[in-house]
């Protein structure tokens, strides 16, 4: 017989899972405090335009509507499924948490210009929440955190059509943002690296009981 999922009160009687979700969430709290004023400095610095061939390959198009319906569809889908099960979930939070972490790093040791034929990519309530600037934020590049995060959740939900159906919505996304020119193929192409090392990681300090 399977081993039955594990219960929020489950796990909310453990003491370790209390502080580690504690910690995270705090965290993730502080994280967004300071990205605004991180990504106020990431936009005002000068940075390096890369040649892309594989970009020019691809149509320049307006795609922000298409590009953030999938991607709330898609987060929406992976924030249902992971809500009943405390241990995926606080391990993809803790991921989540570490992706912020490796992207920030990357953005301030590699300092580029938007691609060539930018459209600029409208979320307005990341603007609203996180990136609230005078201008939009455009220099945010390597790597892809849409099509990172898409990935992350992917990999945190069970094996089935869910994983599935996100699996889809990360390639959908990867294609988007380089037809709105609002990346590099190179930050799309790096992102499942830096989204399955956090997801590694996170499994180091989150260990997930089986069939959770």
């Not at 990519?121 to 790597?143: H, N």
Request: net charge positive; hydrophobic share 55%; aromatic share 10%.
């Amino acid at each position: 017989m399977s081993t039955p999922v594990i219960t929020w009160r489950e796990a909310w009687r453990q003491p370790a899972f209390r502080a580690r979700l504690g910690v995270v969430l705090a965290l993730l709290l502080t994280l967004a405090a300071v990205l605004p004023r991180f990504f106020a400095w990431v936009q005002a610095r000068h940075g390096r335009l890369l040649p892309d061939p594989l970009l020019a390959l691809l149509p320049a198009r307006d795609v922000s509507g298409l590009t953030f319906a999938v991607i709330y569809l898609g987060i929406g889908l992976g924030v249902v499924t992971l809500l009943p099960r405390p241990y995926p979930l606080l391990r993809a939070l803790t991921a989540y948490l570490l992706l912020h972490l490796l992207r920030c790093t990357t953005l301030a040791l590699l300092p580029l210009e938007p691609p060539i034929g930018l459209i600029i990519l409208r979320d307005p309530l990341v603007e609203q929440l996180f990136y609230a600037a005078p201008a939009p934020i455009t220099k945010d590049l390597f790597f892809s955190g849409h099509t990172a995060t898409l990935l992350l959740l992917a990999l945190a939900v069970p094996a089935g059509w869910r994983r599935r159906v996100l699996l889809a919505a990360t390639l959908a996304i990867g294609l988007l943002v380089m037809m709105q020119r609002a990346h590099y193929s190179y930050d799309v192409l790096a992102a499942p690296l830096f989204a399955g090392l956090s997801f590694w990681l996170a499994g180091r300090f989150i260990p997930t009981p089986p069939n959770n």
